[in-house]
């Protein structure tokens, strides 16, 4: 079973806080537009005391560290990163060719691991799939020169079956396999109200992360804000000291 890339967390203290508290705060704003829920966060979030703050801090950190680890394991097992797409002109979906020949990845190491992942996931039944990477990679590390050139030649045979292969490949053209016309979704209640949570959701992570910006930004401008307050009242109180130091020496 091919592994899903992780997920990155985002949205700093205030994600980690919003995430926590969505359920609370949809049904406080139960009937109201979706960014209502965002404004009301973002205000509960402000009246958090730091040492509240704090805790969600560490929470993001933690989750950052845990996503680290499991994109590691993720690239060891041979799965390949994928970037975000920015928002822009929308592009003509491609279609994948199931004929097309499927790049071997991961090196003597995947090849390794795709034989005895059976193995290791019985082995590691129960535990997060990062164990079974963990293990598998203990388990590469152990073997010998000759063990370990036994998979980086199979590695190798591969990667040629798939230069030659791709030789001969021609690929899907826009106008191929389009003769059959898709079949027809049926409108029923069940798929309409799937599309609406579907929606309801993107917009939601859309509005997150536009509060979890602005919110930012606020904390950003706030601080700025107390600094300069601070310097413009540590003026007088210089220039007092200063004065009264002029009078006892006169």
Known sequence: MAMAQPKKPAGGAFG?????????????????????????????????????KKIYQEKFV????????????????????????????????????????????????????AKNRAAFMKECSGQPVTAVTKLASAK???????????????????KE?????????????????????????RKTKEGAAEAAKSKESKAAKKADAKAAKAQAKAEAKEAKEAKAKAKAEAKPKGKAKAKAADANAG
Not at 22 to 48: D, H, N, V, Y
Not at 140 to 158: P, V
Not at 172 to 183: H, I, K, N, T
């Open 62 to 113: 933690a989750a950052k560290a845990k996503y680290d680890e499991d994109m590691k394991a993720f690239l060891e097992a041979g799965g390949e990163k994928k970037a975000i797409k920015k928002k822009g002109k929308k592009d003509i979906k491609k279609k994948k060719d199931p004929q097309a020949p499927k790049k071997p990845a991961g090196g003597a190491y995947g090849c390794f691991l």
């Open 161 to 185: 079956e798939y230069q030659e292969a791709m030789k001969s490949y021609v690929p899907l053209s826009s106008a191929d396999g389009d003769d059959e016309p898709p079949a027809k979704k």
């Open 16 to 52: 980690q806080f919003l995430a926590e508290k969505r359920p609370e705060l949809q049904t406080q704003c139960k009937g109201q537009p979706i960014t209502a829920i965002t404004k009301l966060a973002s205000e509960k979030f402000k009246a958090l005391s730091e040492e509240d």
């Open 140 to 158: 590469w590390k152990e073997l010998s020169d000759e063990d370990k050139k036994i998979y980086e030649e199979e590695f190798q045979k591969k």
